[in-house]
């Protein structure tokens, strides 16, 4: 009697087991639709940056729109700062629906496609207004729905700016300048390969790590965008900055496509019509804080800023010129080609 109890305990508890799984990754929207014609569903929002962050904006304005086009129909849940999951696993999270929506950098992307680290070759995109007109044309939706292959929905491109350089050895006014040092970079085979090709080199360091391995000298400087090079306060640590826009790390908003396949035509349209709003407040906010920041920085005085000449800056493209080449063929070469077109 003694053994068919214990089985009898082992098999529910398995039995429960197996619903609490399948209850996992689950679409979120009950099968109840509102009188106005939203479903009644929760939609879960993850990104690994602060509330005040340009894309924390961009998260709430999102969240905003939604839940008062629906009437409160459609709750949108926001997880800043990695709090439900962090660079190493929201991916994979999203993948399992256990979130619906994310933004990391493009270049966490790549692994699906290569043509997803187009944004790290060098000078391929000339202005923002190239880089827009870009992003919101078909060969930019072409580039996000590479993606649907492995269950990813592409919704839109976040900004986050051009990058410059900042050191504490020398003004950097052409590539020799560069020669020697050892510069902070997100990784990637493509930044290694430009930093090489200045003789220097590229190494990759945590973001949060980045202040004290240049406190401590373990590293000659970074490359950011200006809004992180002054909330970082680098200027404390580093003595020159130089205006280079050399590349650009964007944002892919991403959802999970069955998630996405599931909605009705009504929610979908409201979903897509508040991206669209949060990505043009994104990209008001990005300029914004970029200008401010900078003006913040040479206000300051602790580091010399140097902005590239036109002269300057024709040396740098002319010394990448073998690494735009190579990147530029393993990538889709249709895309890459519109790019270049719409700067003729």
């Given at each position: 009697m003694k053994k068919i109890k214990a089985s009898y305990v082992l098999t529910a508890c398995l039995v429960a087991l197996l619903i609490v799984i399948s209850g996992c990754g689950k679409n979120t929207a009950s099968s109840e639709t509102?009188?106005?014609?939203?479903?009644?569903?929760?939609?879960?929002?993850?990104?690994?940056?602060?509330?005040?962050?340009p894309k924390g904006k961009?998260?709430?304005?999102?969240?905003?729109?939604?839940?008062?086009?629906?009437?409160g129909?459609?709750?949108?849940?926001?997880?800043?700062?990695?709090?439900?999951?962090g660079d190493e696993n929201e991916i994979q999270a999203l993948q399992s629906n256990n979130v619906q929506i994310i933004a990391p950098q493009t270049t966490k992307l790549a692994g699906f496609d290569e043509s997803m680290e187009l944004f790290d070759i060098p000078f391929l995109f000339k202005d923002e207004d190239v880089l827009y007109k870009f992003e919101d044309s078909d060969a930019g939706q072409d580039l996000l729905k590479k993606l649907e292959g492995d269950g990813i929905k592409g919704l839109a491109f976040w900004p986050n700016g051009f990058k410059h350089i900042t050191n504490s050895e020398r003004e950097i006014?052409?590539?020799?300048?560069?020669?020697?040092?050892k510069i902070r970079t997100h990784g990637g085979e493509i930044l290694n390969d430009s930093y090489k090709q200045f003789g220097a080199a590229s190494t990759k360091i945590a973001f949060n790590d980045v202040y004290q391995a240049l406190q401590l000298g373990t590293i000659d400087g970074q490359e950011n965008n200006l809004t992180n090079i002054k909330s970082q306060s680098y200027d404390e640590v580093q003595k020159y900055l130089s205006l280079t826009n050399h590349t650009r790390t964007e944002y892919g908003l991403v959802a999970n496509k069955k998630w996405w396949d599931g909605l009705n035509d009504k929610t979908q349209k409201l979903v897509s019509e508040a991206v669209d709003a949060a990505t043009k407040k994104g990209r008001e906010l990005a300029k914004k804080e970029s200008d401010e920041a900078l003006k913040e920085i040479e206000a300051a005085g602790k580091m010399k800023v140097h902005e590239l000449t036109e002269e300057e800056h024709e040396k740098f493209v002319e010394a990448l010129k073998p690494v735009i080449d190579k990147w530029s063929k393993k990538m889709d070469s249709e895309i890459i080609q519109r790019i270049l077109d719409m700067q003729k």
């Open positions: 509102s009188s106005n014609g939203y479903p009644k569903m929760t939609i879960k929002l993850s990104h690994v940056v602060a509330e005040d962050d961009m998260a709430t304005k999102f969240k905003e729109i939604v839940e008062k086009k629906s009437e129909s459609i709750t949108v849940k926001v997880y800043p700062n990695g709090q439900l999951y006014k052409e590539p020799s300048d560069l020669k020697g040092l």
